[in-house]
């Protein structure tokens, strides 16, 4: 087993109210498993991958990585883990505009200290496989919102992760766009042996998942 979250607990002050979002979500994902996550605008669904990609923390609960407990984990060894296990793709894209495609790809790479020589060569082979490779030194303004989001993935696949996140990953996308993007993140899931966990709204999206799970009143 790959993740295991048992009495994921967590809530968030407004004002004077403390809204609760998840309350007690016992979950798991599979090595290589696609695992969407549905429910209502508000249900808890982003709120659980901030929690599993360890950008945010549970107000109580266990969050296991390959049995490792990575709420016990110190502030440096969580961004470790989180440069060298976890790829995100979010509804924006958040590419840097000050970057090529390329080199916003390598980011990740670089920063794990891996060498510049070997980094651009994954990036590039990514570039082919996304089919941007004529894109490459085009920066982020220079290109298509579906074109953007295949560089964002591109990116979240670059340090080969065990888990990607994707939150809507879809969500601001044309139908067409939509379409490719689907296909080619299940086909590069398959290729690389990657789990993901994709919140969504999207019907046709999370009918191509291996398991759907829904979030219902914080619970799944």
Not at 98 to 117: H, K, V, Y
Not at 185 to 196: G, I, Y
């Amino acid at each position: 087993m790959l993740v295991k979250v048992e009495k994921l607990f967590k809530s968030y002050n407004m004002g004077e109210k403390n809204i609760p979002v998840l309350r007690g979500v016992d979950f798991c994902v599979n090595e290589g498993e696609i695992v969407a996550v549905m429910g209502k605008s508000g249900a808890g669904k982003s709120t659980l991958l901030n929690l599993i990609g360890t950008l945010d923390r549970p107000d109580s609960g266990v969050i296991e990585f390959r049995n490792e407990n990575i709420l016990l984990f110190s502030d440096r060894k969580i961004a470790d883990f989180r440069n060298r296990n976890l790829g995100f793709v979010f509804q924006f894209h958040y590419l840097l505009p000050e970057f090529t495609a390329l080199e916003n790809i390598m980011l990740p790479g670089l920063i794990r200290g891996d060498s510049q020589s070997s980094i651009k060569k994954r990036a590039c082979e990514l570039l082919e496989t996304v089919g941007l490779a004529d894109r490459a030194e085009h920066k982020s303004g220079e290109l298509s919102g579906g074109e953007q989001q295949r560089i964002a993935f591109a990116r979240a696949l670059v340090n080969r992760p065990s888990l990607i996140l994707a939150d809507e990953p879809s969500g601001n996308l044309d139908n067409i766009s939509s379409e490719n993007l689907h296909n080619m993140m299940w086909k590069m899931a398959r290729d690389e042996k990657t789990a993901f966990i994709i919140a969504t709204h999207d019907r046709n999206l999370s009918e191509k998942a291996d398991r759907i799970v829904n979030i219902v009143d914080g619970v799944i």
